[in-house]
């Protein structure tokens, strides 16, 4: 009988390390994997912050550039320009112009159909518009997809040139965040369970 009971503890014992050794695994198997989880979100949690345009354009007078650019809804475009030269009111005009006779640019970002009701000179809805400047760092979210413009416009009479540059970000990857919370509420199940058992 004393066998019997002795060989019972035995197995049950065994049994027992035999569970614990297979949670300490799962447990390394679920630590390993919020780490991959802990890097992919680091690198998804700075969105992919894309240089689309980087340009010196020179703007004639009563005239504009657009740039096109197509965008998934949560989308981030930003970006910057500096009036770099003082304008001229022809090609090869030495005279020096001082930056607050030009008026500055006017700026705008549309969707598709507010820049061609805009281009037609038909009435136009911006998602941003900043009129008679000389230098602006801008940054907007984009609501829904498809292609927007960035329009520099200038409306003196002096030929413009301005740097500019344009960023596109895209939105944070949530789902990757809700796989390491998961697996982060696994692991401590699994430690609060092996804790008990001992």
Request: with cysteine; net charge negative.
């Amino acid at each position: 009988m004393a066998k019997r009971i002795n060989s019972t503890s035995f197995i049950v014992m065994k049994g027992v390390l035999l569970l614990r050794k297979s949670l300490i695994i799962m447990c390394i198997v679920i630590a390993l994997s919020i780490a991959t989880c802990a890097s992919a979100f680091e690198q998804d949690s700075t969105p992919n912050h894309e240089l689309l345009f980087s340009n010196e354009i020179l703007i004639n007078a009563h005239d504009w550039e657009s740039f096109p650019i197509q965008c998934s809804a949560g989308d981030t475009l930003s970006g910057e320009f500096l009036i770099s030269h003082n304008g001229e009111l022809f090609p090869g005009d030495q005279t020096e112009y001082d930056n607050w006779l030009l008026g500055g640019i006017d700026f705008y970002v549309f969707d598709e159909e507010n820049y061609n009701s805009w281009v037609e000179s038909s009435s136009a809805t911006p998602l941003l518009k900043r009129l008679g400047l000389q230098e602006l760092t801008w940054s907007i979210e984009i609501p829904y997809s498809g292609v927007w413009y960035v329009v520099y416009s200038n409306d003196s009479i002096y030929r413009i040139e301005i740097e500019e540059s344009i960023f596109r970000s895209g939105p944070y990857n949530q789902f990757v965040l809700v796989i390491a919370l998961v697996g982060i509420a696994a692991l401590l199940s699994l430690t609060t369970f092996m804790w008990k058992k001992k």
